[in-house]
């Protein structure tokens, strides 16, 4: 023990053992889960070909599949984002499905449309289109609002290893399409709770045929015992959390391991 404390007094001792600890503590953090960091897609609508007249504005998911209430021309519509930059070079595609979000209910040819540019929208709207960060650590008005679910399967029970599958859905209580009519998904304020309401055989997210579903964040399912998937979770990711987190007090910041590991890098003559 005393030949131990010899050693790690000697300065060229603990820099050889501060570079064995940077090591691991690299390899911690890495390893460390975090928020991805994912882009919407904000659709500010208008009631005029020159997007002069103001009519809302919704927050999109990126390939979601959302239930057409803008005309009854098709049943359902996705955007995607095919470009990524500046403003200026963001490009997004527009498709129409007359069903569900397939290929083999997709109703034309899917319309290319520019970022901040007043693009033909659905039904009587026109829109501009531009990209959003959602980011655990986003903050300012170019940040994504949009509260999204993960449901993810595993083919382990108690959802090991890796997921096989994973499907996002908003939780803003758009109106989605789904299957057997349409779906809507909603979180509650302590973000613990997912419902999510199927309307049967429905259009509109209206009908009084409907099925509701309460999942818990962050906990696993058990599905099949003898075939894959064997679970599956469901995960909220927050919109901003690091908002959320300045607007409460200090006490839940966390200072990042880095800022430590770079304060102490000179004490030890590294």
């Not at 959302?66 to 595609?93: C, E, H, M, P």
């Not at 531009?130 to 679910?149: F, I, K, M, N």
């Not at 429905?202 to 009084?208: F, P, Q, T, V």
Request: aromatic residues 12%.
């Amino acid at each position: 023990l005393l030949n131990q404390w010899a050693a790690i007094a000697h300065p060229g001792a603990t820099r050889a053992m501060f570079l064995l600890w940077l090591n691991a503590f690299t390899v911690c953090s890495l390893l460390t889960p975090s928020h991805a960091d994912s882009v919407d897609i904000e659709a500010r609508l208008y009631r005029d070909a020159d997007c002069f007249e103001r009519a809302g504005e919704v927050m999109l998911l990126d390939g979601g599949c959302y239930a057409n209430l803008y005309s009854n021309a098709t049943k359902a519509y996705s955007v995607r984002i095919t470009g990524f930059g500046d403003l200026a070079v963001q490009k997004f595609s527009l498709f129409e499905y007359v069903g569900t979000c397939t290929k083999g209910f997709q109703f034309n040819t899917p319309r290319k449309l520019k970022g901040g540019k007043c693009e033909r929208f659905l039904g009587p709207y026109f829109a501009n289109f531009r990209a959003r960060q959602r980011s655990s650590v986003c903050v300012g008005e170019d940040c994504s609002t949009l509260t999204v679910a993960l449901q993810q399967f595993y083919s382990l029970a108690e959802c090991g290893g890796l997921a096989t599958h994973t499907f996002k859905y908003p939780l803003k209580n758009a109106c989605l399409r789904s299957g057997n009519g349409t779906q809507a998904y909603r979180v509650d304020a302590s973000y613990k709770s997912i419902t999510q309401i199927d309307y049967l055989g429905d259009d509109r997210c209206k009908g009084s045929l409907t099925k509701t579903y309460i999942m818990t964040n962050r906990r696993c399912y058990s599905l099949y015992a003898n075939k894959e998937p064997r679970s599956f979770s469901w995960t909220v990711e927050e919109a901003t959390p690091a908002t959320r987190r300045g607007a409460t007090g200090g006490s839940r910041h966390r200072r990042s391991p880095w800022l430590v590991l770079f304060a102490i890098l000179p004490l030890v003559g590294v």
